[in-house]
């Protein structure tokens, strides 16, 4: 009972945070490993568990997300689909041990990435990459969600930051969209592959699914800068722990 409590509360709490900036599998993805599910197993499960909410959340940022251009929005839809099937399935072929070996990596890059994303918005300005001139961008950052979630949401910011998004509303609800577009082809590759802990992962879905609608207000309420602070802390503690873990 016990370790279902902490994987209810670690689930929602990630919903929410999932809507209000990215990270969510930050929380998902060691309670399940800390409740004893393999590591390669929990990335799935954790994948599972959150994209339900990642629909609350991008419900929440509807008049957001109708802003955007159809056209546009449609091809960026495109292009996480594929890169996110390309992930999921060279999750399927990756060792227990191979992935706790980059998941570090990963976490510190995703951190990383949302930390200075200001100094990569004005570098890529600088080299004519302040619009989304192709799929490309997209389906790299769609790969590494596929293969682990977690940071996710980091990654999909920092993205639109490259872009010259400004409003972070508008990049929440994308990011929110984006996410589950890409979680549910996670999940139904994982499903069939037969990695997920059901169990747990119901459970983490409910969870989810409340705290990612929760988010939405509170995401309008926060400052921008607190938002940002909440991510990078979130990010650079996970990625510490999980570093000691690989070097332990």
């Not at 399927?92 to 570090?104: M, W």
């Not at 409003?167 to 994982?190: E, P, Y």
């Not at 988010?215 to 802390?233: E, F, T, Y």
């Amino acid at each position: 009972m016990t370790e279902y409590l902490i994987l209810a509360a670690a689930a929602f709490f990630a919903g929410m945070l999932n809507t209000v900036a990215g990270g969510g599998t930050f929380l998902t993805f060691p309670a399940l490993v800390y409740t004893g599910v393999p590591s390669v197993a929990a990335n799935a499960t954790s994948a599972v568990a959150v994209f339900p909410g990642y629909l609350g959340g991008a419900l929440g940022f509807r008049s957001e997300i109708a802003a955007l251009d159809r056209k546009q929005l449609l091809k960026t839809v495109a292009a996480t689909a594929v890169g996110g099937l390309a992930g999921s399935l060279l999750l399927l072929v990756s060792s227990n041990e191979a992935f706790s070996a980059v998941v570090p990596f990963l976490l510190a890059l995703a951190t990383l990435a949302f930390a200075f994303r200001e100094q990569l918005q004005g570098w890529a300005q600088r080299h004519s990459l302040g619009k989304p001139h192709g799929p490309f961008g997209t389906l790299l950052v769609a790969l590494f969600g596929g293969y682990f979630n977690g940071g996710l949401g980091i990654v999909l910011l920092a993205l639109f930051s490259l872009w010259g998004m400004r409003d972070l509303n508008l990049m929440n609800g994308l990011k929110n969209g984006l996410s589950f577009v890409l979680s549910a082809i996670s999940v139904a590759t994982f499903a069939a592959a037969g990695i997920v802990a059901w169990p747990q992962a119901i459970l983490m879905m409910v969870a989810a699914t409340i705290g990612g609608y929760a988010g939405a207000p509170v995401a309008r309420a926060l400052p921008a800068g607190v938002v940002r602070a909440i991510v990078i802390v979130v990010g650079a503690t996970m990625s510490a722990i999980f570093f000691w873990r690989l070097i332990a």
